[in-house]
């Protein structure tokens, strides 16, 4: 960046910048450098946001709907074997996304109560 005579001022000595908010003598170089910095890091955040926006106006693929069946007010899954069963823990355990935990002991003891509840 030039900087003109008329950006100088009066009362600048040479080799010196006022600063334009503040009024302040800085060093010229000093002012190149810092505008330079300035402009590039302008000059990144542009290219960012395109590259952004080139990515975002791809199709994304549609994902397929999960099927849920209702008998009797109790959700029912349609397995991919074509079977349909009753939710349960390990399908709840299943549909947390990427919480890839084993049930705790606490939790298969849970079952157990419930399965002998509902026999």
């Known amino acids: ?11 600048v000595p040479k080799g010196y910048v006022r600063g334009e908010m503040t009024g302040k003598l800085y060093k010229e170089s ?12 302008l000059q990144k955040q ?3 946001n395109d590259s952004v926006s080139k990515a975002s106006k791809k199709p994304k693929p549609a994902a397929a709907p ?13 397995r ?9 823990l390990w399908d709840n355990i299943r549909a947390a996304k990427g919480s890839g935990k084993k049930p705790t002991a606490a939790m298969l003891k849970q079952e157990k109560k419930i399965k002998a509840k509902s026999k």
């Open 1 to 11: 960046m030039k900087i003109k005579k008329a950006q100088k001022g009066a009362g």
């Open 66 to 78: 999960k099927k849920k069946l209702k008998a009797g007010g109790k959700v029912m899954l349609k």
């Open 80 to 88: 991919k074997d074509g079977s349909v069963s009753q939710r349960g």
């Open 30 to 41: 000093e002012m190149r450098k810092r505008e330079d910095a300035f402009a590039k890091e």
């Open 46 to 48: 542009k290219d960012y």
